[in-house]
């Protein structure tokens, strides 16, 4: 069942158009993977979703619910996560902090419920306990990006959208990370990350989409995607 449609969606910034039609679905319970190169217009597309910039036309359904001119904190509380591009932790904060400002932004969770949420993560992430009374600005990239995620996952997100999570860490963290994308989807909960590391990002999805200058220009199951040689040459790297 389809938890996130897309159709004839179309952003325009600073009288350049950036998406050019994009249709796209994302099913309950799956991680669907959106690949292409620098300047496809990822970030833009999550941003739309997300409501972060407004679309030029097209529409966005959410668990069957149009999104229409829904602001951006309403998406939010809808149970639609956005974890942008460059993590914009709070570094100041500390890293346990920086988590309760995610599930505090919502209403009805409790301390009780606080707790639990935080023991969850501190589960996930180990390192993230080790060091939940430092400053977030303190942690190294890799670890921030896991700040980040499970700031995300604070919020119990019926939808995480994820916006370059590989984007200047180690491989040995790059991995690190996706493997733990791979068992949320292996858990139930719904992804969408947009990556520039195709191959890698295709190889955790249940579906991958390519998107070139601002189109999908092909999408389909990710192990037929990786076996087409000439797709890879020329789409992928």
Do not use: C, W
Not at 22 to 38: Q, W, Y
Not at 141 to 156: C, H, I, N
Request: proline share 5%; hydrophobic share 45%; net charge neutral.
């Amino acid at each position: 069942m389809s938890l996130l449609s897309v159709r004839g969606l179309e952003v325009t910034l600073g009288g350049v158009q950036i998406l050019r039609g994009v249709d796209l679905e994302v099913d309950e319970g799956r991680l669907v993977s959106i690949v292409g190169a620098n300047g496809a217009g990822k970030t833009t597309l999550l941003r739309a979703l997300s409501r972060l910039v407004p679309p030029t036309r097209g529409e966005i359904r959410f668990g069957g619910t149009d999104l229409g001119a829904t602001d951006a904190f309403r998406v939010t509380r809808s149970g639609l996560i956005h974890v942008p591009q460059g993590r914009q932790i709070i570094p100041g904060l500390s890293v346990e902090d920086n988590l309760r400002i995610g599930a505090g932004s919502l209403p009805g969770v409790d301390e009780a419920e606080m707790q639990a949420r935080l023991e969850g993560e501190f589960a996930r992430f180990p390192v993230l306990r080790e060091r939940r009374r430092v400053p977030g600005g303190s942690l190294s990239g890799g670890e921030q990006q896991m700040l980040a995620v499970s700031r995300a996952l604070m919020m119990k997100p019926r939808l995480l959208l994820l916006d370059e999570p590989s984007l200047g860490l180690a491989p040995q963290i790059v991995s690190a990370i996706f493997a733990t994308l791979r068992t949320l989807s292996a858990s139930g909960m719904t992804v969408l990350l947009v990556e520039q590391a195709a191959i890698m990002a295709l190889r955790i999805a249940d579906y991958g989409y390519v998107l070139q200058n601002g189109r999908i220009v092909l999408s389909g199951l990710p192990a037929e995607l990786l076996e087409d040689r000439a797709l890879v040459s020329r789409y992928l790297g």
